[in-house]
């Protein structure tokens, strides 16, 4: 006989009386949301490790608040965002796969491409102005986004850090013209200009004539103080949250660090212990910001705790893409930020929800971030299906933070990155089940990898399994198409890229 076991505080929810506005049209307990996002995080550089066994990162990072919230909730060991930032941000913010969006690279000035020039092919006309909800903004994407969905359900929409969805000159890149009420530190710039509040969080000491488009806004208040960029947002956010606490509204909390992107700076409080450890001195500064980005975690975690909403709210953690070239290799993976290898496409995720996960569970089913936006709505109870301008390919995860059945187990994840850039070639590629093929688009190279018996991707298997390679080949140009998908165009004859070039 199968029993259903409710957990216990599931079952308190059930039975306590609910305030005002925190509960949905059926009746169930809105929860508080918080999606905590770290920039260019690789997989292992946590002392929380996401492999079988412990990494060598995994050794000399220290993140114990990852590590409590991971004992606290679930494991996510196969998470996948795009390989560089904007794709992924716009995919949380949207629902849609990269390829859909059309936003491939990263943004920053009014129609201006980051692309270098590639000896044989020419980038295709993607969307390099970011995101919008208008119409008539040149080579952006239009959407119902999702703060705007959670805002219309009743939620305080908070935005906190690095925003990074339009570029300059453009509504996108205000955070609030997406639905956050609040905005603290979110503009244009994927970086900040200075991590120090002694720089005023601005580039213009390391630039001739100053520039100030990486400045981050919002914080003169802690201009020229000793403060880390890190530790200021993380003040504003614990702030914000008190505020939002008493409203009797739930909140959807986007705490999207800087953190541990460029510029090098070392978080000062954190640094000197690494050095005395032994690690060279970059490692060192990585490792501080690291645990600078951690303490930010334990700091909030804290604050719901003393705030008594902690049993109330879920936490996702995550980064938007894997480390970058400048970084240690997140051994076993191949490949970092910007690579189609799980070096640049596999992310930490954790994600507690209290009284639903099982405190220090895996799940080792794999999830992509566009699947985030369809997550935290089914988690609001927003009724959202059927009311946005977009198509949304991600898929709901929520069943999974319960323990449930997994029912996305046999779907493809696709990436699509059709740029030439900072050395990186254009690839496309595909994951079904264990097996992955990545196109490469300038010499339509087609390369197959089993990731559950090669997670280093060390031996293309190709030439061994042509049938197979060919399969893939096949749903690849398939799912791209269904996506409509922009392809790089061969200078040689004008005609974009195909796969069926490289069958």
């Known amino acids: 006989m199968h029993r259903t076991i409710i957990p216990l505080a599931a079952l308190i929810l059930l039975i306590t009386p609910l305030t005002a506005g925190t509960v949905t049209a059926r009746g169930a307990v809105r929860p508080n949301i918080v999606l905590f996002l770290v920039d260019d995080m690789g997989w292992q550089e946590t002392s929380l490790p996401f492999h079988r066994e412990k990494t060598r990162l995994n050794q000399i990072y220290h993140t114990p608040n990852m590590e409590r919230l991971a004992a606290e909730g679930m494991r996510f060991t196969q998470a996948y965002a795009s390989a560089v930032c904007s794709p992924t941000r716009i995919s949380i913010l949207s629902g849609m796969n990269a390829a859909r969006h059309g936003v491939t690279n990263w943004t920053l000035r009014r129609d201006a491409s980051p692309d270098d020039p590639h000896p044989t092919l020419d980038p295709p006309r993607w969307n390099l102005n970011g995101a919008t909800t208008l119409p008539g903004i040149d080579r952006t994407v239009r959407i119902t986004p999702l703060p705007q969905l959670l805002k219309t359900a009743g939620y305080q929409t908070i935005h906190v850090g690095k925003a990074h969805f339009g570029t300059k000159g453009t509504p996108g890149e205000d955070p609030r013209h997406f639905g956050f009420d609040i905005n603290i530190g979110g503009h244009a710039a994927g970086a900040p200009g200075s991590y120090y509040g002694e720089r005023d969080f601005s580039s213009a000491w390391r630039t001739k004539p100053p520039e100030h488009i990486w400045d981050v806004p919002g914080l003169e208040a802690y201009h020229g103080q000793e403060i880390n960029l890190t530790e200021a947002l993380t003040r504003e956010t614990i702030r914000v949250v008190e505020k939002a606490a008493t409203t009797g509204s739930p909140f959807y909390l986007y705490f999207s660090h800087y953190a541990v992107h460029a510029p090098w700076e070392e978080d000062k409080r954190f640094y000197a212990k690494y050095l005395a450890a032994g690690l060279k001195p970059f490692e060192a500064l990585r490792a501080s910001m690291l645990e600078s980005m951690d303490?930010?975690?334990?700091?909030?975690?804290?604050t719901l705790d003393h705030l008594g909403i902690a049993s109330n709210t879920v936490i996702i953690f995550a980064s938007d893409n894997g480390a970058p070239h400048d970084c240690p290799r997140n051994l076993p993976l191949r490949g970092q930020k910007l690579s189609p290898y799980e070096g640049g496409i596999r992310i930490p995720m954790i994600a507690r929800w209290p009284g639903f996960t099982r405190p220090g569970s895996l799940c080792q089913t794999p999830v992509i971030i566009?699947?985030?936006?369809?997550?935290?709505?089914?988690?609001?109870?927003?009724?959202?299906?059927?009311?946005?301008?977009?198509t949304v390919d991600g898929v709901s995860f929520k069943p999974l933070l319960t323990g449930a059945r997994p029912s996305i187990t046999d779907r493809s994840l696709i990436w699509h990155f059709p740029h030439y850039y900072y050395r990186q070639h254009p690839f496309s590629a595909i994951r079904q089940g264990p097996w992955k093929l990545i196109f490469h688009h300038a010499d339509r190279r087609l390369e197959l990898f089993n990731i559950d018996d090669d997670i280093g991707e060390m031996t293309d298997l190709a030439s061994q399994y042509p049938v197979r390679t060919r399969h893939l080949a096949r749903l690849l140009d398939q799912r791209l198409d269904s996506l409509d998908a922009m392809m790089p165009v061969a200078r040689a004859d004008g005609r974009q890229v195909s796969i069926d070039q490289g069958r």
């Open 295 to 302: 303490k930010s975690l334990g700091d909030l975690i804290s």
């Open 370 to 390: 566009e699947d985030l936006f369809t997550t935290i709505l089914d988690l609001a109870g927003a009724r959202w299906r059927g009311r946005t301008l977009q």
